[in-house]
């Protein structure tokens, strides 16, 4: 299950026990515990804000906790999460999913690194060295423009 990302606010927020309750009884389980206060609620409470990276693809209990928790997201864009199989090539499906959650959730969000050293397409390794600079400002560049303001 996709909810490793969110184990440290479950036990905070549901208890040891509720979590795994929560877990066999499904998402429903989780909106109906009322009497505890989201991690959002108590950070607002003191003036901050409080998030995570979010996992490409979540199943929904970790949206659900996800969206009760927390006020701010990460939206991991980097190479293999676009989906850039080759120069010019890119597949926004997982992030736009991700951006769309946070917006209809009114999250303030966040983008990650565009370029990880170890995370870059094995396509990219091919190519001549005089320019990887252009091809890694190409992603940036399209990556940062189809999100800008959002």
């Given amino acids: ?39 959002k609620g ?39 999460t676009v989906h850039h199989k080759s120069r010019g090539s890119y597949d926004f499906t997982g992030s736009d999913r991700a951006v769309e959650f946070g917006e209809k959730n009114g999250f303030a969000i966040h983008g990650q690194s565009l370029v990880w050293y170890y995370l870059i397409p094995q396509w990219v390794n091919r190519v001549p060295l005089s320019k990887v600079e252009a091809v890694m400002n190409e992603h940036i560049d399209r990556v940062v423009g189809r999100y800008a303001g959002r």
């Avoid at 549901?14 to 991690?39: H, M």
Wanted: proline share 4%.
């Fill in 1 to 39: 299950m996709k909810i490793l990302g969110l184990v440290f606010s479950a036990i905070v927020a549901l208890g040891p026990t509720d979590i795994r309750s929560a877990q066999r009884a499904g998402p429903a389980a989780a909106d109906t515990r009322e009497d505890l206060a989201a991690l």
């Fill in 42 to 80: 108590l950070a607002a409470a003191r003036d901050l804000n409080i998030g995570a990276v979010y996992q490409e693809d979540p199943d929904a209990l970790y949206k659900t906790v996800f969206a009760r928790e927390y006020n701010v997201m990460t939206v991991y864009v980097g190479w293999e």
